[in-house]
């Protein structure tokens, strides 16, 4: 059964202040793993696909990084508007599993002035 | 371009009543998909639709859920007869093709009282 575990649960950072969320996953056959950003009564809004171990993707102050087994979302000097809910999601290659995303439960990132 | 459209925002019914959730996707993606999120849960996978055909149903919980998609434009999830555990936030999400960005719609939370 396809897996994502985000860590951590929440985190508090300082603007500007500099950290990574981490998303740990078990696919079988990864097509593609997706980042995206929640905000309160909402629905997900997409930010990043990955494809292959090595492969990083940029957008202002995120950077998505991914390795066979993990991914991390990189937010470099970040402000108030970044606050969030990060959701992690791989999606099975076709047989692999559902069809749909498997998604990990987030990480709710606040980001004080 | 309009996004991801879902209605009712909210809904609250007895146990025992239905309720008929819409989605209407983006404007020529043949890619629709259900989701759901339960307090405290994940987002899971319900299924997809490719045009108007059942691809992939197997998130689906009971054959107390029912999702239609007419013409391969609009799509209903039926719940008869709601339970309580049926509560939480029901999400759409439609891609151009299944290997890309899903778009999500800004869900309808239904509580089951």
């Known amino acids: 059964e396809d897996q994502v575990t985000q860590s951590p649960e929440a985190l508090r950072l300082q603007e500007g202040e500099s950290s990574s969320l981490n998303c740990s996953y078990t696919?079988?056959?990864?097509?593609?793993l997706f980042w995206y950003r929640q905000d309160p009564g909402k629905g997900p809004e997409f930010l990043f696909t990955?494809?292959?171990a090595g492969e990083e993707k940029e957008k202002e102050r995120l950077k998505a990084t991914l390795t066979k087994k993990e991914s991390f979302l990189h937010i470099t000097a970040p402000k108030p508007e970044d606050s969030a809910t990060y959701l992690c999601?791989?999606?099975?290659?076709?047989?692999?599993?559902?069809?749909?995303?498997?998604f990990g439960k987030g990480t709710h990132l606040i980001i004080q002035p | 371009e309009a996004g991801v459209t879902q209605f009712p925002s909210h809904s609250v019914i007895e146990k025992g009543q239905t309720v008929t959730l819409r989605c209407d996707p983006i404007s020529g993606h043949d890619n629709l998909y259900w989701y759901r999120r339960v307090m405290g849960k994940e987002i899971k996978f319900l299924l997809h639709?490719?045009?108007?055909?059942?691809?992939?149903e197997s998130g689906m919980p009971n054959n107390r859920f029912l999702a239609e998609r007419t013409g391969g434009t609009y799509s209903t999830l039926k719940v008869q007869p709601a339970e309580l555990e049926d509560s939480g936030v029901y999400f759409c999400a439609s891609s151009q093709y299944r290997t890309t960005e899903a778009f999500f719609g800004q869900g309808t939370r239904l509580t089951v009282v």
């Open positions: 999601a791989v999606q099975a290659e076709s047989g692999g599993g559902a069809d749909g995303l498997t």
């Open positions: 990955l494809y292959s």
């Open positions: 696919v079988s056959g990864l097509r593609g």
């Open positions: 639709f490719v045009k108007e055909s059942k691809q992939d």
